[in-house]
């Protein structure tokens, strides 16, 4: 696994998203910061912190819903299940959300995948990081997408998905580092696959 970089005065966000080959999406997004900063920081904080900020990025478009242990992002203010997912136990440094269904799921392959949101200690960091894997988008159309379906995929739901988390990331960086602190994205390899 490559770590990105730290330059002084700024932190790194790595990235990778990438198309793997059963056409399933991984996708990661982690930024390591200082342990001062994260005091606190816990997988479930995380999360309930990533919900309000998809309401607030989204102006409600898509509006995440809490029914027990199930998350869904909903369209809008209707019934409309985007993505379920199903909440598994925290283990103290991460917490798995499984894909549970919606309407941007395959329909074959509506159980499977999964977010994880993780806080890990690394040598005097914490290692603050969002992991989506073996996800299989309606917008794929199939386990063998054409390259319509998946230039259409790359340009709309993953652009998506890369902006939100990456401006996630930042967000929670600049509550605890102060509104001036600079974030940049690096480009990491962590899994084989075609780029995204």
């Excluded at 309930?48 to 995440?64: E, M």
């Excluded at 992002?73 to 440094?93: P, Q």
């Excluded at 941007?104 to 806080?119: K, P």
């Excluded at 990081?129 to 319509?148: A, E, K, N, W």
């Amino acid at each position: 696994m490559t770590d990105p970089s730290q330059s002084p005065g700024s932190l790194s966000i790595a990235c990778q998203q990438v198309l793997q080959q059963d056409a399933s999406v991984f996708s990661i997004q982690w930024m390591d910061l200082p342990s001062q900063l994260a005091t606190g920081l816990t997988p479930e904080l995380l999360l309930q912190k990533y919900l309000d900020h998809i309401r607030r990025f989204t102006g409600t478009l898509v509006r995440p819903v809490q029914l027990g242990r199930a998350v869904e992002f909903r369209f809008w203010h209707s019934r409309k299940c985007l993505l379920r997912f199903d909440a598994s136990e925290a283990d103290g440094t991460s917490l798995a959300l499984r894909i549970d269904g919606g309407l941007l799921v395959q329909q074959a392959f509506c159980r499977q995948g999964e977010l994880v949101f993780s806080c890990e200690p690394k040598d005097g960091l914490v290692r603050v990081g969002l992991q989506l894997s073996d996800y299989c988008p309606l917008l794929l159309g199939s386990r063998t997408p054409s390259l319509v379906h998946k230039w259409f995929y790359r340009l709309t739901q993953a652009a998506i998905h890369k902006v939100v988390t990456v401006r996630f990331l930042t967000r929670l960086y600049r509550e605890r580092a102060g509104q001036d602190a600079c974030c940049r994205v690096v480009r990491v390899r962590v899994r084989e696959g075609d780029p995204l």
